[in-house]
Antibody
Framework: QITLKESGPTLVKPTQTLSLTCTFSGFSLSTYGVGVGWIRQPPGKALEWLGIIYWDDDKRYSPSLESRLTITKDTSKNKVVLTMTNMDPVDTATYYC??????????????????WGQGTLVTVSS | DIQMTQSPSSLSASVGDRVTITCRASQGINYYLAWFQQKPGKAPKSLIYAASSLQSGVPSRFSGRGSGTEFTLTISSLQPEDFATYFCQQYNKYPLTFGGGTKVEIK
């Protein structure tokens, strides 16, 4: 059974750095074809993909946020950490992590999210 | 970036109704599209991947169709537990992008 859970501060001040942890079970991030992604959702708005880290430590980031994001993994502890610098009130959102299934199809590789964490609301305010 | 446009943004329906939601991609994404269901205060739940493949455990009243730029999610007979917001997401190219969502409400 795959489960994921996000944890971290619920309130950060503008310009501060946010660090969120995704703790998961039911899979290993050292297994071929596995990734953990981060997605956020501002209140009342749509989902926005932030980035993903794969079993081989390959990473992909949203181009619009890439300069502010870092995703790392601790395979032995089943944790993935998202770091976002220079937080702003527009970054107020529920942040989710999700299990990604990376697979080969028709000449390329793709990743689809099948299990999500419950999310954690982060408010950016002074 | 590939823009995903969902329609309608909301709809009202009754239990037992057939409901169809449309998702359009700004460029061809083959069939690399997923659908998610989200209830208030809950994490999104994966319903469909590869445009038409049902995730394990998802009721068969949910179905997906389409390829290229136009996709649909159909609920053949709406049940009380289906009232929620539905999102599409393309995973053909980075950055992965989501539709704006369709809220299905009780009539």
């Amino acid at each position: 059974q795959i489960t994921l859970k996000e944890s971290g501060p619920t309130l950060v001040k503008p310009t501060q750095t946010l660090s969120l942890t995704c703790t998961f079970s039911g899979f290993s991030l050292s297994t071929y074809g596995v990734g953990v992604g981060w997605i956020r959702q501002p209140p009342g708005k749509a989902l926005e993909w932030l980035g993903i880290i794969y079993w081989d430590d390959d990473k992909r980031y949203s181009p619009s946020l890439e300069s502010r994001l870092t995703i790392t993994k601790d395979t032995s502890k089943n944790k993935v950490v998202l770091t976002m610098t220079n937080m702003d009130p527009v970054d107020t959102a529920t942040y989710y992590c999700a299990h990604g299934r990376y697979y080969y199809d028709s000449g390329s590789y793709y990743v689809e999210f099948d299990y999500w964490g419950q999310g954690t609301l982060v408010t950016v305010s002074s | 970036d590939i823009q995903m446009t969902q329609s309608p943004s909301s709809l009202s329906a009754s239990v037992g109704d057939r409901v169809t939601i449309t998702c359009r991609a700004s460029q061809g994404i083959n069939y690399y599209l997923a659908w998610f269901q989200q209830k208030p205060g809950k994490a999104p739940k994966s319903l469909i991947y590869a445009a038409s493949s049902l995730q394990s455990g998802v009721p068969s009243r949910f179905s997906g169709r389409g390829s290229g730029t136009e996709f649909t999610l159909t609920i053949s007979s709406l049940q009380p537990e289906d009232f929620a917001t539905y999102f599409c997401q393309q995973y053909n190219k980075y950055p992965l992008t989501f539709g704006g969502g369709t809220k299905v409400e009780i009539k």
